[in-house]
């Protein structure tokens, strides 16, 4: 996706958030404040971005735009968590995904274990990232620009824990909802649908 974005004349910052780092150790101590700060620091000196997050990240760049809507151009969430305050992932999942938390940072109660079917290149997830309650003041609001893609083509919809989202914020009018036919891995089924709606927003 970075690469894209910079061949169409973009600046791009792809960050690997603290915990998920090729050769990451333990997970302890870092939760959602840790990454919405090591995001929020890459705002230092800029003027308008575009924050995109996926999945869990939709957290993270919920809690950066509420630091710093001034900074923030638009607010773009690929099938991810939209917290109000006082959410946190786990109260915004589903009871399956709940289960895998709990199992899959059964090893070292610091971090939930990837799934087998996820990417190679997976680690496991600072499990305080996703028990922590985003505290939002509500200046988040102030970005006028908010994009949600809702990926609709998996035949596991019925049970994924970004269906209520979506459909929360379809009757929101100050959001826009994008269904793409694929499933929650949108960078690697939709690319050309992403790397275009991005754009839309740059």
């Not at 997050?53 to 900074?71: K, P, Q």
């Not at 994924?160 to 929101?172: E, G, I, K, Q, Y």
């Amino acid at each position: 996706m970075a690469s894209g974005l910079r061949s169409l004349g973009h600046e791009a910052e792809p960050v690997t958030l603290a915990g998920l780092e090729e050769e990451g150790g333990p997970t302890g101590g870092i939760n959602l404040d840790t990454h919405i700060d090591q995001v929020a620091r890459l705002l230092d000196g800029e003027d308008r971005a575009v924050l995109v997050g996926h999945s869990y990240a939709g957290s993270v760049i919920t809690g950066v735009a509420d630091r710093w809507a001034e900074r923030v151009a638009a607010l773009l969430y690929i099938d991810a968590f939209v917290p109000r305050d006082g959410e946190s992932c786990w109260s915004m999942t589903n009871d399956e995904q709940r289960r895998w938390y709990a199992e899959g940072a059964g090893r070292t109660g610091l971090g939930v274990e990837p799934l087998p079917f996820f990417d190679e290149r997976a680690r496991p997830h600072p499990l305080g990232s996703l028990m922590q309650r985003s505290s939002l003041t509500g200046a988040h609001h102030a970005v006028g620009r908010r994009l949600y893609l809702a990926a609709v083509g998996s035949p596991w919809i019925a049970s994924s824990p970004f269906v209520a989202t979506a459909d929360r914020l379809r009757h929101d009018p100050a959001w826009s909802v994008v269904d793409l036919d694929c499933g929650h891995n949108v960078m690697a089924y939709a690319f050309d649908d992403l790397l275009r709606l991005t754009v839309t927003l740059a």
